[in-house]
Nanobody, 125 residues
């Protein structure tokens, strides 16, 4: 089992940037494809981005494509989400998770597990 802890959230003005981190411990982090999701109040958990175990391939939701970048450093057991040009509609709790059963590009949160506790991102207009 991989344990995940997200950090880096906060309050930022529209147009600003944040970098989220997801620190992993436990089983070998580099064995797994990973993903970022977010959940706003009253809404379902939404896929943001996914990355292969080695980091060579990535996929993004249309809502964040061109603004967000997912990356990983397997030597540091850490997953990242660089968020630029933030918009008020990006406000949500952001979660990282391990892809446990689907193809690496899966967008279905039911294929993911070992969810972290989440980190709040608030974008003011």
């Amino acid at each position: 089992q991989v344990q995940l802890v997200e950090s880096g959230g906060g309050l930022v003005q529209a147009g600003g940037s944040l970098r989220l981190s997801c620190a992993a411990s436990g089983r070998t982090f580099s064995n797994y494809a990973m993903g970022w999701f977010r959940q706003a109040p009253g809404k379902e958990r939404e896929f943001i981005a996914a990355i292969t175990w080695g980091g060579a391939s990535t996929v993004y939701a249309d809502s964040v494509k061109g603004r967000f970048t997912i990356s990983r450093d397997n030597a540091k057991n850490t997953l990242y989400l660089q968020m630029n040009s933030l918009k008020p509609e990006d406000t949500a709790v952001y979660y990282c998770a391990v892809n446990q059963r689907g193809p690496w590009y899966s967008r279905n949160h039911s294929n993911f597990g070992s969810w972290g506790q989440g980190t709040q991102v608030t974008v003011s207009s």
